[in-house]
């Protein structure tokens, strides 16, 4: 499986708006559940949300009602869209589609 590629990090204010995105192959997205994890500094990893191969998503807790995780097939393009950003959820994110991992890519939120 070719690692997948995660972009679409950087500095946001608290209340506001980032679009990750993972590229992957389109078979894994066909095989796999694909999930959007995160790991801030001095924590382990948590799960932030998943999409099923059919298309169900679960989320954490912590992120329901402001986070969207989505796939585009034609693309071979996971997303994960976050809105009202806060202070805790500033982490590097990593996509995981099995069984590789991504190399993350760095959210900052803060005023």
């Known amino acids: 499986q070719v690692q997948p590629v995660e972009s679409g990090g950087g500095l946001v204010q608290p209340g506001g708006s980032l679009r990750l995105s993972c590229a992957a192959s389109r078979s894994a997205f066909s095989i796999y559940d694909t999930a959007w994890h995160r790991q801030a500094p001095g924590k382990e990893r948590e799960s932030v949300a998943t999409?099923?191969?059919?298309?169900?998503?679960i989320y954490a807790d912590s992120v329901k009602g402001r986070f969207t995780i989505s796939r585009d097939n034609a693309k071979n393009t996971v997303y994960l869209q976050m809105n009202s950003l806060k202070p805790e959820d500033t982490a590097v994110y990593y996509c995981?589609?099995?069984?590789?991992w991504g190399q993350g890519t760095q959210v900052f939120v803060s005023s």
């Open positions: 995981y589609v099995p069984p590789r």
């Open positions: 999409i099923t191969r059919g298309g169900t998503t």
